[in-house]
């Protein structure tokens, strides 16, 4: 089996460091320590007004939703709508940024007067989008108005066809556009080249939210009402990735309070059935814990079951309901893992050089595919197509890596696709069995040519380096300052240099897939940190003990409970790549 970093495969490239008098003038005016200090300068954060809005994000600097392209047309139709009992149709994607979107937006018209109803696209049957089968739904059931969320900016023939049916569409969404837009009401979507919409990362549930505040304007309802909806915006920023910079990391942080204050009857069972005892602190535990579990849904049977959970008002029904998905969620591990086993093995007999990693196989569920393309990449550092064969045709998803623009990599094989779309780092593709060979080659080559015939290494992004002394629970309270992290405000790594484990490395978890270690200075006669490397379990034998290694990490705590004592707190390092030691910094 390919280990999946080589200790020496990774480049790491160390953050420009701050000028030293910026660094102090900041800790003066705005009370902060060097630390925090540091890494705000670094992330573009100097004048003091701009640091204390970056460290207290308040809704109060939220841009007004009416300054969006079409705002003020799609509030009055959908007021309208309400007002006359006029039936609405709320439509979205089947994945987590659309599913917490329909079940906000539904929830929110219900509880003002709305008659709503819910559709959301079967994975398979329908595919992504507005699909023609849903606007037929629409049309004979006498819906007027259609809201359609995380999707609609590209799909031109479903709303052409829901305008010959007389069926209004507000559309908001967040991807990007092409040159014209669909024939619709109204386009809801700040990436518009015509919308002057400051901020232009929202996630589509933060679109569908910016309606409802418009909304609540207008029918002068107060604001707290719709502030109560952020813990749904909240969770899809943590599961769409979108930029934590802005109104995402406003609304971010508010809906983690409101997650953390109180939870709707289906996310309390939906922690409750996964064994799960505390609200999501950080946008990473969304990521690692509510996030899989609603797009599990959608990945192994219909995503209309998550909304009905969200939307559940009953702790009875909602708890029955979470138990569902939970079991799909098992279902979604035990297949993930049986087909990256294969995919693994299929791997390990392709050519090592090659510059990107294709497998495929027979009936492959396709609600994995991507997932184990990104397992992939964990093993051999490439772009990454995991293809299913059904009926001579072959479906699939694609994962990329820095520096290699997989849409573009496709685009030099559209002769031999069926169908493809998707962006830099991710994307769906078909093509038939026939045309397989010429594909793997065509796109060896494509990507080969962007790599410059350079095999692609994964890239470290670090802060700084520190000693081991630097670090404690109240260095990992001050860097809480910074939260919430994710993409455009990255967990703040650093590197140890020449640090030595204290004993033997071992490896936990399920047939030894993560690491351990145990490491101190042997220059300083300070306490030891346990440190955690997830999927390096392989690397054990490689590290050997009272052996000088550098680390990059990130700084975590970890709460047990000892038996018979109290909860105890510890700092452990999450390890993000192990290098042999180069030495300390100006030795």
């Known amino acids: 089996m390919t280990t999946p970093l080589q200790l020496s495969n990774s480049s790491w490239i160390v953050k420009e460091q701050p000028n030293p008098e910026a660094v102090a003038h900041l800790m003066q ?20 007004e701009d640091v204390l809005g970056f460290l207290n994000p308040a809704l109060s600097a939220m841009h007004h939703s009416l300054l969006m392209k079409d705002m003020k047309e799609a509030v009055v139709r959908l007021h309208q709508a309400i007002e006359d009992g006029g ?62 969320l995380d999707c609609g900016t590209k799909d031109f023939e479903s709303l052409t066809d829901a305008a010959e049916r007389g069926i209004d569409v507000i559309v908001c969404d967040h991807h990007l556009p092409e040159d014209t837009l669909p024939e619709a009401f109204a386009v809801l979507n700040p990436k518009r080249s015509d919308c002057p919409y400051p901020f232009k990362e929202l996630s589509g549930c933060g679109v569908a939210f910016k309606l409802l505040q418009s909304l609540a304007y207008r029918m002068d309802l107060p604001e707290s009402g719709i502030y ?106 035990e297949v ?90 991710a994307a ?45 629970l109240e260095a990992l309270k001050e860097l809480e300052q910074l939260e919430p992290f994710g993409p455009g405000n990255a967990t703040p790594v650093f590197i140890l240099r020449s640090v030595v484990s204290v004993r033997p490395p071992r490896t936990i978890g399920n047939q030894g897939r993560h690491l351990k270690i145990t490491i101190r200075d042997p220059e300083f006669d300070g306490p030891t940190i346990d440190a955690i490397g997830w999927n390096m379990g392989e690397m054990a034998p490689q590290i050997k003990q009272n052996t000088p290694i550098d680390l990059a990490f990130t700084l975590v705590k970890n709460t047990w409970k000892p038996r018979g004592w109290q909860n105890r707190t510890e700092l452990n390092l999450h390890l993000r790549a192990i290098q042999p030691a180069v030495g300390k910094a100006g030795a």
């Not at 005016?29 to 992330?43: E, F, K």
């Not at 994607?93 to 917490?100: I, N």
């Not at 397989?436 to 994964?458: H, S, W």
């Open 228 to 333: 109560e909806e952020l813990d749904l915006v909240a969770i899809s920023i943590g599961a769409d990735l979108v930029d934590l910079k802005g109104e995402n990391r406003i609304m971010a942080s508010q809906g983690l309070r409101q997650l953390r204050k109180r939870q709707r009857p289906g996310i309390l069972a939906l922690m409750r059935a996964a064994d799960i005892h505390q609200a999501p602190q950080t946008i990473r535990d969304i990521s690692f814990t509510l996030g899989p579990r609603i797009n599990a849904a959608g990945r192994m049977d219909h995503a209309q079951r998550v909304v009905d959970l969200l939307m559940e008002k009953s702790d009875a029904r909602a708890s029955e309901m979470a138990r569902e998905i939970e079991e799909m969620n098992h279902r979604r591990r």
């Open 428 to 472: 769906g593709l078909s093509l038939e069995l026939t045309h397989l060979d010429a594909f793997k080659k065509r796109l060896n080559q494509a990507i080969r040519a962007q790599l410059n015939g350079t095999p692609p290494k994964p890239i470290i992004r670090c802060d700084r380096e520190v000693h081991i002394s630097e670090l404690s």
């Open 29 to 48: 005016n705005a009370g902060l320590t060097q630390l925090v200090a540091s890494l705000l300068i670094q992330r573009g954060f100097e004048a003091q």
């Open 336 to 425: 993930d893992e049986a087909t990256t086993n294969e995919a693994l093995i299929q791997l390990e007999q392709t050519i090592e050089d090659s510059f990107c990693n294709i497998v495929h196989g027979t009936n492959w569920h396709r609600g994995v595919v991507g997932i184990v393309a990104s397992r992939m990449i964990e093993h051999r550092y490439r772009p990454s197509v995991v293809l299913s064969e059904e009926n001579g045709v072959l479906i699939g998803s694609a994962r990329s890596v820095d520096g290699v623009d997989i849409h573009e990599a496709l685009e030099a094989c559209e002769d031999l696709l069926l169908q493809f779309g998707g962006h830099t780092m």
């Open 87 to 148: 039936r609405i149709l709320v439509y979205g994607d089947y994945d987590v940024d659309g599913t917490t979107a329909v079940a906000m937006v539904a929830s929110y018209l219900e509880g003002v007067g709305g008659q709503v109803e819910t559709y959301i696209p079967h994975r398979y049957d329908e595919g992504y989008g507005v699909s023609l089968e849903g606007v037929r739904f629409a049309s004979e059931n006498r819906f007027s108005l259609m809201i359609t």
